[in-house]
């Protein structure tokens, strides 16, 4: 089952998780409100299914709403979605091949935009 999450963060802010079943497959950074967390999760629901690819590790460049492929500092690679406005809105862990990096891709293109919201904010550990 794959699903959204808004957390709680540090400094009473807040962030995202896409996950499948317990795994997160990309989360956010921290958003100063809780409606720029939900807004960050519309805008993937509604981008993410018609954003294009870009593979950094072959120099490859994009614009608008976009997936980037970047390898790590230990030669994995990891995924950004970027906003239109080049703005890193989620990344996610980093794979040993490029092609589970693009498995995580397809996975948020494909099951993002039916993927239910939980809120988790105020909820103790």
Known sequence: MHKFKILDAA???FRVQFLYNSEVMVWSENYASKASAKNCI???KKNAPGASTVDLTKEE?????RFELVESKDGQTFVRFK???GETMVRSETY????????CIDSVKT?????EVFDETGKTA
């Open 11 to 13: 400094n009473g802010q």
């Open 111 to 115: 099951n993002g935009p039916g993927a």
């Open 61 to 65: 460049t994009g614009s608008g709403y």
């Open 96 to 103: 040993a091949s490029k092609a589970s990096a693009k498995n």
């Open 83 to 85: 906003a239109s406005n």
């Open 42 to 44: 519309e805008s993937i």
